[in-house]
């Protein structure tokens, strides 16, 4: 039987790849270190452990969630957390939708807007979700590029007015998967301007919202004045609390793309089990003594690995967010070909530039999430590993 046009016209699953290669080495009995998926490798905190255990014991939750936004509890939850984090008011339920984690609302919010013929701005190099759910809808990706030069940020003013007439939403992602940008006030501001100057909706996807390590929090593009009307912001819990396989996360901003998320996934899915929602909510409330834990781990991180690769002349910069570093490969590779190096020469996966977009070749990704019984001697011993590198 042949597949539906969608699935014949994308690649393959990046992650899908790297994991078969990966078994393969393993299947060889090779002891590999692993930078590869940013997956978190410590376990969800025991106060988010506790709250389920008494949740999934209340009744309540053993049924469909009738809500169609989330449950009161959770939502009020995430309310209180935009209000405490990011000073942004939000009303409940209009401008707040719960979601199965982040990546499902990232294509649901495509398919509640884009119609064959539309444009999708989308950054290059970036997660893979956003391009492949405009193909998806029978639209299509511009790709917006994010040059170290520019702060990894896109610049808005190279969109061909030609373009950005036809587009309809315009993806963010900050702090940025993969290069570990930062997004401050200015550039959301810019970019909410645009989005109303070209009638289009900002998406902006904080799922590293909480991973940073400067002393200035990465801000919520909702805090620009007006943004309620053209932005609505993905934030989730995966990244933040150890939570990624419990599938929770928000949508919130703007009245009207987050009713339109609201339709689409009341005909598809049937929400997040009201458990998770609960423990959620309580996870949001912990969040300021918990956070600091979180970032500390991955700071550690971050600095072993980049003071490691500076020792071998590597020209690697420090992430000011996300748990990645995005690391200059030496002249004359491909990212491919260095990332085939590290693993075969070096038993280190790493990711190529390339499967984020043509602007992530010269580049690989490494992430700072790697399970190893000791992490930061693990880094070490891959420094050690790459130190010998041809
Ligand atoms: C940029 C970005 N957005 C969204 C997601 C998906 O997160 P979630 O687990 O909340 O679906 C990921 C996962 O790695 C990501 O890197």
Redesign the pocket.
Known sequence: MERAYRLRTIPPYPFREIAALKAEKIAKGEKLIDFGI?DPDQPTPEFVLDAMADAIRDRRTHQYDETGHGYPEFLEAVARHMQRRFGVELETPKQIQGTI????A?VHIEWAYIDPGDIVLVPDPA?S?YKVQATFCGGAAYPMPLREENGFLPDLDAVPPSIAKRAKLLWL?YPN?PTGAVADLVFFERAVAFAKQHDLFVCQ?A??AEVYYGDTRPPSILQVPGADEVAIEFH?L?KTFNM?GWRV?WACGAAEPVDGLSKVKANVDSGTFAAIQLAAAAALDHYDAWAPTLRELYRQRRDALADGLQSLGWPVTRPPGAFYLWVRVPEGETSAGFAKKLLEDCGVLVVPGAVYGDYGEGYVRMSLTLTAEDPLAAIGEAVERMGKLA
């Open positions: 940013g984690g982040c990546k499902e990232l997660y979700v992602n998967n996807d799922s590293y989730s995966s990624t996360g």
